[in-house]
C-alpha cells in the first residue's frame, strides 16, 4: 500500500489507544474503537459505529452506519457491511446472568456483503461472497456464493464475485459482469476461473 495515506479520525471518533488501525482507514462521526481491535488497510466505518477489543476487520471493509463489531467478530477483506446491520455474541442472554464465557464467534469470510438491518446470530461463519440480503435473519452458516435472504434466511440463489446472480444451466453458470464462469455442485458453487 505505498503512497496510501494515514488513518483518519473524525474528531468526534474516539480511538482508544492500543487500537491498530491500518493505512488509509477512515473513522467517521461518533464511532467508538477500543484497544485492542484491529482495522485492516483503508477500511472505513461509517457514523455512529462501535468496535469492541479483540475484533479483527481486513483491508477493504466498508462497515456502513450504526452497526456494532462485538467480541468474536472477525471481518475478512473486502467485506461490506449495510447500515445497522447486527451481530450478536451470546445465543441465549440474560441481562442478570454474566455470558460471556458463552461468547460464540461470529466469521465473514472475504468479499460476502451483509445487507441493511440484516441480523447475524452468534456462532455463525458466512462464506466466500456471500450475499445477505437486506432484514435477514442469519441463524446458520452460509456457504460461499450464497444469496440468502427471510427470517430465517434462507437459500434464494446464487452470486458471482461481483454480486450478480448467477442462473445455472447443466451446473454451470456465467457473470453477466465480469464473464467469469462458475460451477455448482453437491449444493455448492465455486468459480471455474482463476483471479
Known sequence: MSGALPPFVHPSA???PGAELGLGVQVWHFCHVMAGARLGPGTMLGQGC???SGVRVGAGVRVQNNVSLYVGVTLEDD??????????????????????????AIHVERGATIGANATILAGVRLGAYSF???G???TRDVPAYALV???PARVDGWVSRRGSRLQFEHDEALCAQSGERYCLKDGRVAPLDKH
Do not use: C, H, Q, W
Open 14 to 16: 474516539l480511538v482508544e
Open 50 to 52: 462501535f468496535v469492541a
Open 79 to 104: 467485506v461490506f457491511v449495510g447500515p445497522s446491520a447486527v451481530f450478536t455474541n451470546v445465543k441465549y442472554p440474560r441481562a442478570a446472568i454474566s455470558k460471556k464465557a458463552e461468547f460464540a
Open 132 to 134: 445477505v440480503g437486506a
Open 136 to 138: 435477514a435473519v442469519v
Open 149 to 151: 435472504v427471510g427470517n
